[in-house]
């Protein structure tokens, strides 16, 4: 079970990670902190768990995790922002687990739009946002943040692109390090971010990610849209110079070329 004190010793987070609700096993921490954020928990509260037993990925997919390993948590946010502008909080949560795994680490992860981290060029992380919004502006979004970080078993259909940080490092990883200062980095761009309407988070995010010039598919809404990567849009979306023209994607899943994919520099090299 992840020791809540021992994230909290030391903390340098004034509201992340202030509050957190821990389990052994729960359906999924997203539906936890949704009811929570119903209830007026206060923005910053966490819940994490060793296990869920309906874990959310995007798209309507599953997120699986062995119990014990990894790290399965919920952030409540309460961002003053236009619904439009929910497409900037993955990429703020993004480069706060980056971070953090740098920290704690020494790696250097790659962030891949629209929500996932990869280091050598297979995925660890995966981010699925959930917000409640009224007329103009949300009451509160949910960050949810799966870190493959111990495991060192996948399903086979999984065993070519998912990977775990200690599979990709070589050594174990102590979860409660990594958590506290994920939350330490997240409080600082969420704020930092806040203040200035996310304005600057997609150019941080490009010092992350080493996608922008490659040649990608992007499967959005049953559409397959094939070009390069050329940019991130100020509100999120991933510009695409295809063969007739630019046009910004909302959503979707991504594949790198495989031959662009192969000759990327690795992950920890960056
Ligand atoms: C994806 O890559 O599809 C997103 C995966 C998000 C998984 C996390 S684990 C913690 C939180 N609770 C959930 O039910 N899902 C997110």
Redesign the pocket.
Known sequence: MIDVAKVQKGLKAKIFGRKVYAFDSI?????CARALAGNDCPEGSVVV?EY?T??????G?I?I?DAGENL???TILRPKISPEGLNLLPLVAAVAVARGVTKTTGMKPDCKWP??LLVGGK?F????LEGVSHDNGFDYVIA???INVNQSVFPPDLHERATSLRAASGHPINREDLLRSILEYFEELYLLGKKEEFRTIPEIWLTHSTMIGKGVEVESEGTVFSGRASGIAPDGALILTTASGTRSVYAGDVTLHPLDHQSAPHATDN
């Open positions: 359906d999924s921490t997203n539906n768990a869920q309906a874990g959310k990925g995007r798209l997919r997120w995790a399965t948590f919920s929500n996932d995925k992380c995966g981010i699925l949810g943040i799966g």
